[in-house]
């Protein structure tokens, strides 16, 4: 389908509201694109959510003790990202893999349990998709790739969608850099424009995860915590429509052992026992305040540019668009770069003023403003992500 006519359909969506359709009209096609890619990912994001979660992930997370699990969930967070920390020190980045891969599962798995129990769990993070972009960097390249000649993508689009906690990769180093600079502006905190993840910034029910300092050299390999064996950290990823009955059988019957017969959280309960027994007030303290950050401020690849990382100019707006965002916030149309003027056309080609015609797709006199709901809903109002 072509973008116009892809547009017209959302026009025509719009029905009786014109302010939206007076922002999609003018929208430049390939910011329209891109909104619209983003809604996408997001549903594809989700897609283990509500009716697409699999049965063992929501026996989990009806089974789910408002304490003892989110208090075990964080530790186990917290245990791994300890690890990795000490193995970056350390310069094990095969070591420092593995305590990641951990730790986005058993946030992955929160994330979704949280949805189907939000009173027993719940989780703050900081995205990973700006960080992520670190090591997806393919783009198409050719004009003749089918891809882009179908006008779905253009030459310097990325190839690769972004996961999110769905993620699933053996190479985590692109944690260590800071944010790619296609997605610098979705990090919200500017404390974090410039270093690489914030793990230290993730909370469970309210608690921030203990990161406990390890001394790189006393690591001898890859050591788990009590909650990795929980079975659903294997289930809760089975799609839906290859979660058999088996499956769940099988989930229901290692869970059982898990809880009854294997030593696991009778070690879990005696450790933590003994750190509080060790330190009364600084076991109450655990998780009050972040630790110190996992890691520190890192310096910018000089190749970390693309196309789909070019902020827009003032030509991927419509005038009246740039003047609706200039009312919510003049800041940001300087760090959009949208207060740049096009280049002039050389004095001889350009019309007589009284000549000019109007440019092209400006609105009948009339049309509404753009309020500030509707751009917030595009990502381009202040606040936004």
Wanted: aromatic share 6%; glycine share 6%.
């Amino acid at each position: 389908m072509k973008v116009d006519n892809f547009r017209e359909l959302l026009i025509k969506k719009a029905g009786d509201n014109p302010t939206l359709q007076t922002l999609v009209r003018f929208m430049d096609e390939n910011v329209l694109a891109k909104k619209v890619l983003e809604v996408l990912e997001s549903l594809e994001k989700n897609s283990n959510k509500g009716a697409g979660a699999n049965a063992s992930l929501t026996q989990f997370a009806s089974d789910l003790d408002p304490v003892s699990h989110p208090d075990m969930i964080r530790d186990a967070i917290g245990h791994h990202v300890s690890r990795y920390k000490a193995a970056i020190s350390g310069g094990r980045q095969d070591l420092a893999n593995s305590h990641a891969g951990k730790a986005f599962n058993i946030m992955n798995l929160t994330a979704k349990a949280q949805y189907h129990n939000p009173k027993a769990l719940s989780m703050e993070h900081v995205p990973i998709e700006p960080w992520e972009r670190n090591g997806k960097l393919s783009t198409y390249t050719d004009p003749e790739d089918p891809k882009v000649k179908s006008g779905n993508y253009d030459v310097g689009d990325f190839k690769n969608v972004l996961k999110g906690l769905n993620i699933k990769t053996k190479d985590f180093s692109f944690l260590n850099k800071p944010p790619h600079s296609s997605k610098v502006d979705k990090v919200t905190d500017d404390r974090f424009k410039d270093t690489g993840y914030p793990f230290e910034e993730i909370k469970i029910n309210g608690k921030h995860i203990h990161v406990d300092d390890i001394d790189p050299d006393s690591l001898k390999g890859h050591e788990p915590h009590e909650f990795d064996h929980h079975p659903v950290n294997e289930h809760h990823s089975i799609p839906t429509k290859k979660h058999s009955q088996d499956d769940m059988k099988n989930y229901l019957s290692s869970r059982r052992h898990y809880e009854d017969e294997a030593p696991h959280v009778d070690n879990y309960d005696e450790r933590h026992a003994q750190l509080e027994e060790e330190d009364p007030s600084g076991y109450a303290q655990r998780g009050a305040q972040p630790a110190d950050p996992v890691h520190g401020p890192v310096e910018r690849d000089e190749e970390d540019a693309s196309s789909s990382g070019t902020p827009p100019s003032s030509g991927d707006f419509h005038p009246d668009v740039i003047e609706a965002i200039r009312k919510l916030n003049p800041e940001l149309v300087s760090k959009l770069g949208l207060d740049k003027p096009k280049e002039e056309e050389p004095e001889e080609q350009q019309q007589p003023e009284e000549q000019q015609q109007p440019e092209e797709g400006q609105p009948e006199e009339g049309q509404p403003d753009i309020d500030s709901d509707l751009l917030a809903s595009f990502g381009i109002g202040e606040g936004n992500d």
